[in-house]
């Protein structure tokens, strides 16, 4: 079965300084990886994701992810946070091939302060 | 420009009315989803459709019903509203291309007194 987890329910972080968000999976083959950021009172927003290829990947708002196969990880980070980055960030994961359902985490609240 | 729209954004209801949610995508996906979300909280998937005349109940048990009669159109309605239905309704698409990329729209917040 798919499952992914977030393991912090807030993050909090100085405007400048590096941000990092935490996501694991588990998935019995080949994940494709997804972060998406909810402002209030808006829906989720596409950031990035990994299907395959580079473990490194670059996504919007200068956003990007890592891809660990061997700690079935895909952390989300920024070199330097932003008031603006402050929001609720979703990640999901869904196994690749078929008609496999995206499985959402929880949720972390980012609050980056000035 | 291809996007994926909601209206209403906010309603309001007494008890007992019926209601539909719209959902309308001009990106020419042909999956398209129901979540419902409390806010800040996590997603749960509610119903979801691979295309024309297909609909399947999703992971959270609802009370709602959905049509697909167009590729672009995906309305939810709910018979009967109470107000354990008030929550954040989020409709999204995705297209065959490998990845099933979701694309949400903004979202309904439903209110029922």
């Not at chain 1, 494709?32 to 927003?45: D, I, S």
Request: charged share 20%; glycine share 8%.
């Amino acid at each position: 079965a798919q499952s992914v987890a977030q393991p912090e329910d807030q993050v909090n972080v100085a405007e400048g300084n590096p941000l990092t968000v935490k996501c694991t999976y588990s998935v019995s083959g080949n994940p494709y990886l997804f972060w998406y950021v909810q402002y209030p009172n808006r829906g989720l927003q596409f950031l990035l994701k990994y299907i395959t290829g580079d473990n490194l990947v670059k996504g919007s708002y200068g956003f990007e992810a890592e891809f660990n196969k061997s700690q079935t990880s895909f952390h989300l980070k920024k070199p330097s946070a932003l008031v603006s980055d402050s929001a609720l960030y979703f990640c999901a994961v869904r196994e690749g091939g078929g008609y496999n359902k995206l499985i959402f985490g929880a949720g972390t609240r980012l609050a980056v302060h000035p | 420009e291809a996007d994926i729209y909601q209206t209403p954004r906010y309603l309001v209801i007494g008890t007992g009315k019926k209601i539909t949610l719209e959902c309308s995508q001009t990106m020419g996906h042909d999956k398209m989803y129901w979540y419902q979300q409390d806010p800040g909280m996590e997603l749960h998937l509610i119903h979801y459709s691979y295309g024309v005349n297909s609909t399947e109940k999703g992971d959270l048990s609802s009370e709602s019903t959905v049509s697909r009669i167009r590729t672009e159109h995906f309305p939810l309605t709910l018979e009967s509203a109470r107000p354990s239905h008030t929550s954040q309704y989020l409709c999204a698409s995705s297209d065959f291309d490998g990845a099933d990329t979701q694309y949400f729209g903004p979202g309904t917040r439903l209110t029922v007194l």
